[in-house]
């Protein structure tokens, strides 16, 4: 059994050795755009450029415009450089136009499509009279998985538990019957057909994304089609292993576990574990927690086939002595990588109600909160009344598990759903909206402007008159002019706004099409008395920008919310509580089992608390200041012009310090260190600097408190080399 064990681990590991180990991604959302989703231009735009958040293939993606009327205009061809896709415009006159792209993951094959509507004013900054007849289908950045992919992702799993299952019983049931055997090796053939079956089903998908091209293209020449071939040679490996199984049912058994092994690991090399910063941190975390997943459930599952076909005097407590064991570490290995996997894939408690990927890991909690409740029954009830051989077993502790078999599929079934939707890190959410609304004076009037949305394009302007006393005031005529501050030679544009009501003025339009500040000038005609003019410094939210989403090697910090510390700090305590929990039966097994849990006990805890609380220890966040300003790409840009200006001397281009500098101490890599503060205390780096070093505090050097957020959301988009 060992030489089969050894040659299985070894063609998985060459097969996977086979596709280049590359940063791979997957569910390529739209991050950013130039135009802007719903922008109100000034002037034709010369190209549209795309930014996803993962890499896509150039031969299956593109860019689509046409007009509000539904036709084709004419645009260069699409640009592919890693997520940047781009294409050239020709002038495009006044009017209402819709950019439609779609794209394909460079890995997984996934396909998404999405559109958005921009409008190019005329020339005096009015907007055209048009009318859009196409529908947005959306950005892209919050996506649901495919019924067929999904289908195609669950038959492949429940296939790996039923081969995994009987190979598990098998190994820790050597006692069970010839006839029990025959039965678990018919189990392991029907899930390695259902394998076999999802990999037919996937090349379908496959060859449906790269319609494009041709079938041996699709296959040999796409990244995710090397590693569905991988995954195909192992489902056939799995497929002959479970024919072997009648003969030679312990190396079967061998064979089936390091195959189902490898069809793991490429799943896991295509997951959304491979498409984050730390990917190789969180890789292993996926592949450790699915492999938890499938060797639980399928052990259960294979305890289920003993069941039906067993009899009570079958020798069914050494197998449930040896299976709660294994089954205990299971689940547990299995609940620690699920935590750890949702920070890394979840970068904010807002998402978990706000995107589908967060609301499906909802769903999926909420399904496993009954399937530990009927493991744990079945574990301490139903195991007892197996081995105690009492009247109607093994027929009810069979119902008992397969209840928990059935449970443990739905939860499948959502984890399967969550591998084919776009994670909660990758969609973008809309910032906070937040209306500006300011009084100021004008001669003896008090002028109240409220501007809502308050976004660049079209915005609804509302003006409110009152005289000293706070009661309302009459005026002849309102009207707004507004002035770009960012660049004076573009020329102001005019609002005259309409009457409402008594001292309430109102108007409508695509007034601040651009991201910056821009000055409102408010005048007030009046009949009995001279005219009034005051005005209010405003700064519309923008578009994200795709340059903020956190980036870097595979072997850098995987969790968006967490800093190095805290994360090590984490594992250590979940390390910590594991070997506490499995201290009795260590020392029941062995007394050096024992020792060794009673040591790894006390140095996850103890490192884990000192990394947590103990290491590096800085102000706490809710002593911080928060972040006013917003990351849309004015202030990216303006930060970097800040940072050229200010920091590149110590702390190099792209946040490397460079060689040769006469500092003690040395500058930090930014690009290490500004992930694990939050924007507050980077703030105070910057503002206060950090005594004993050459950093000074910049608040000394002239810049403003809005000129060092503005700082601080470009220091965000640092990023370490990719390996």
């Given at each position: ?20 180990a ?10 950013a ?82 559109s ?50 009987a ?12 006839a029990?055997?025959?039965?678990l ?92 910063a730390g990917?190789?941190w ?13 060797g ?65 890991l ?41 209840a ?33 609304d ?48 960012e ?5 102001p ?6 009457r ?45 920008a ?26 250590l ?5 594991g ?43 809710s ?27 110590c ?53 403003t ?19």
């Amino acid at each position: 059994m060992r030489r089969a064990l050894l040659a299985a681990f070894a063609l998985a590991a060459v097969l996977m050795l086979a596709v280049p180990a590359r940063g791979v991604r997957a569910h390529a959302a739209l991050a950013a755009s130039e135009p802007a989703p719903n922008a109100f231009l000034r002037q034709s735009p010369p190209e549209v450029i795309l930014d996803f958040t993962e890499p896509i293939d150039p031969r299956a993606s593109s860019i689509r415009v046409l007009d509000g009327a539904g036709r084709e205009i004419a645009v260069g061809a699409a640009v592919v450089t890693q997520g940047r896709m781009r294409a050239s415009l020709p002038k495009l006159e006044p009017g209402i136009y819709n950019v439609i792209w779609n794209n394909v993951s460079r890995v997984d094959g996934h396909a998404l499509t999405g559109s958005y509507p921009f409008t190019v004013l005329n020339p005096d900054g009015t907007v055209p009279d048009a009318v859009n007849v196409l529908a947005a289908v959306g950005s892209g950045s919050d996506r649901l998985g495919r019924a067929d992919g999904t289908a195609t992702r669950l038959l492949a799993l429940l296939g790996l538990m039923l081969t995994a299952g009987a190979a598990l019983v098998t190994v820790l049931w050597p006692e069970a019957p010839a006839a029990t055997q025959r039965r678990l090796g018919q189990a392991a053939a029907v899930g390695a057909a259902a394998g076999v079956v999802a990999a037919g089903l996937s090349l379908v998908l496959l060859l449906e994304t790269y319609s494009g091209l041709g079938p041996g293209a699709a296959v040999f020449g796409t990244q995710f089609g090397r590693y569905w071939l991988v995954r195909a040679v192992l489902a056939a490996g799995v497929a002959g292993a479970a024919a072997l199984y009648q003969r030679r049912p312990r190396s079967a058994a061998a064979l089936l576990l390091a195959f189902a092994a490898g069809q793991l690991a490429t799943f896991t090399a295509t997951s959304h574990a491979a498409a984050v910063a730390g990917s190789a941190w969180a890789m292993t975390i996926d592949l450790v927690h699915a492999a938890a997943g499938v060797g639980w459930l399928g052990a259960v599952a294979g305890a289920v086939v003993a069941a039906r076909f067993g009899r009570r005097r079958d020798p069914w407590r050494a197998l449930m002595r040896r299976f709660a064991r294994v089954a205990s570490v299971l689940v547990f290995v299995l609940l620690a990588t699920g935590l750890l996997g949702a920070l890394i894939h979840v970068d904010s408690v807002q998402k978990l109600t706000e995107t589908r990927y967060g609301l499906v890991l909802l769903a999926k909690l909420a399904l496993a909160l009954p399937l530990l409740a009927v493991a744990l029954y079945n574990a301490r009830r139903g195991k007892a009344r197996l081995v105690g051989e009492r009247p109607g077993e093994p027929g009810r502790f069979m119902l008992g598990a397969a209840a928990e078999v059935g449970l443990g599929v739905a939860v499948v079934a959502a984890a399967a759903l969550m591998s084919q939707t776009t994670t909660s890190r990758s969609v973008v959410l809309e910032p906070e909206r937040r209306p500006f609304d300011m009084t100021a004076p004008a001669s003896n009037l008090r002028v109240t402007l409220r501007i809502d949305p308050n976004r660049t394009g079209l915005n609804t302007f509302r003006v409110s008159l009152a005289d000293q006393s706070g009661a309302p005031a009459e005026a002849q005529a309102v009207r707004l002019v507004f002035r770009y501050q960012e660049d004076q030679s573009l020329g102001p544009s005019v609002l005259v706004l309409s009457r409402d009501r008594t001292g309430e003025f109102i108007g409508q339009g695509p007034y601040m099409p651009l991201e910056g500040r821009w000055r409102v000038e408010a005048e007030v005609r009046r009949a009995d008395a001279d005219d009034a003019r005051t005005f209010f410094d405003v700064r519309p939210a923008g578009a994200f920008a795709a340059a903020v989403m956190p980036r870097g090697g595979a072997w850098s910090l995987p969790t968006a919310g967490l800093t190095w510390n805290q994360f090590g700090g984490l594992v250590l305590l979940l390390a910590g509580l594991g070997f506490a929990l499995g201290r009795g039966a260590a020392r029941e097994l062995n007394r050096r089992l024992g020792w060794v849990a009673s040591t790894g006990t006390m140095a996850g805890f103890g490192l884990g608390v000192l990394l947590l609380f103990g290491v590096h220890a800085h102000e706490p966040r809710s002593g911080l200041p928060t972040n006013p300003v917003f990351p849309d790409a004015d202030s990216l840009a303006r930060g970097r012009a800040l940072y050229e200006a200010n920091c590149i001397a110590c702390h190099g281009r792209t946040g490397v310090p460079p060689p040769g500098l006469d500092l003690n101490p040395y500058p930090l890599d930014l690009t290490v260190h500004v992930p694990q503060h939050p924007d507050g205390q980077l703030f105070r780096f910057i503002a206060d600097g950090i005594p004993g070093t050459a950093m000074p505090a910049w608040t000394e050097q002239g810049l403003t408190d809005e000129e060092i957020w503005h700082l601080v959301n470009y220091l965000r988009t640092l990023a370490p080399t990719t390996e």
